[in-house]
């Protein structure tokens, strides 16, 4: 690496490590204040209270990196311009492009960090923190009586127990599902366990069913039923569960993994329209919020580098001015994504897009 390289990564990431901690920091302690008397009715002391807090407030690291980041070059750039440094690399024959590789492998780093938090790290998080309030156990959330549709196979299940998300073990199951004749089948059960990749059922009763349960006729009863045509897995039921709830709480700022968005989707072909709409939005969004770090580097460049002597709160105001900006354009859009009346893609995509496209202009424009 060169020595130019290495300078320039310094400058950067000392700054960036400040913002990340103070803003990160900042919304931990938020988070307490406004959850002070969820955390005193849980009776949580006061270690339980700061994991509580640091585990809540992860959703927003994924907004928080791109801020600190602009900021983070703003406030470099602007010192770097301040003295003429970047003024003396370029009469050193460096171009631009080339003085910023160090900012676009950061952003690049940010968006895979950002990526992996959104698939990973927030989803068990927030999870985490739902659990450490209502002193469940880390076994997982329990469900009652709740039912799921697999359209892609045809085949609905009612659990008429208690459930641990994610378990093997589906308590009072009732399955139903259609045979390639057209005909209907149904089975009642104690208990459904999943061993091998296999569910089997026990104390059960099958049951063929004309056009109404009403019409069901009992075919066998038997203590053990091995189903290996149910394909269903229990890691998604615990996804059918969490987009359910999702859908139940119409939360604008839940984070589903694109995983989930994607095996919903293939489960459910026939989805409604403003379901789709909202789920498309959203799965689109997972992709292009990681992109926003690559964004970010864009448009500070061209702020950051431009020639002359300029205080370092400059780069202050800056990012503050561009963040209202993006995040103003960016809510308008999903919300036109999310109820159909754009494409999914552009309600997603649209502020990186004005917002990349403006940079590279600016970024082609500097002399």
Known sequence: MRLLDRYLFRELLMPLAVCLIGF?????????????????????????????????????????????????????????????????????????????????????????AVFALNESVVPRCTEWASRALNHESESGDTVKSFAFTNDRARRKWVVRGDYRS???????????????????????????????????????????????????????????????????TPDEIAREIRIAHYFDIKSQNATIPVKDIVGYLQWHPNVSRADRGKLLTDLQERIAMPVTCIVVALIAIPFGAA????????????????????????????????????????????????????????MMRIR
């Open 24 to 112: 990160q920091s900042l919304i931990i302690f938020i988070t307490v204040f406004t959850d002070v008397g969820k955390i005193q009715e849980a009776k949580l002391s006061f270690g339980q209270m700061i994991a509580y807090a640091t585990a809540a407030s992860m959703e927003f690291l994924t907004i928080v990196i791109p801020v600190a980041l602009l900021l983070a070059l703003l406030t470099a750039l602007t010192s770097h311009a301040r003295y003429n440094e970047l003024t003396a690399m370029r009469a050193a024959g460096i171009s631009l492009w080339r003085i910023c590789v160090p900012y676009f492998i950061v952003g690049l780093i940010a968006a895979g």
């Open 166 to 232: 994610g378990s093997s073990v589906v308590p009072s199951p009732w399955v139903t599902w259609n045979l390639p004749d057209g005909s209907m089948r149904s089975l009642t059960a104690d208990r459904a366990v999943r061993t091998d990749g296999v569910w089997t059922f026990y104390n059960v009763q099958e049951f063929s069913q004309a056009d109404a349960p009403s019409m069901s006729v009992p075919i066998m009863e038997t203590n053990v039923l091995a189903m290996p045509e149910f394909d269903e």
């Open 307 to 362: 020639p002359g002597r300029r205080n370092i709160f400059v780069g202050v105001a800056g990012s503050i001015f561009i963040c209202l900006i993006y995040f103003v354009l960016q809510r308008v859009s999903l919300a036109f994504g999310s109820s159909g009346t754009w494409p999914a893609w552009l309600g997603a995509w649209l502020p990186n897009l004005f917002f990349g496209a403006a940079g590279l202009i600016l």
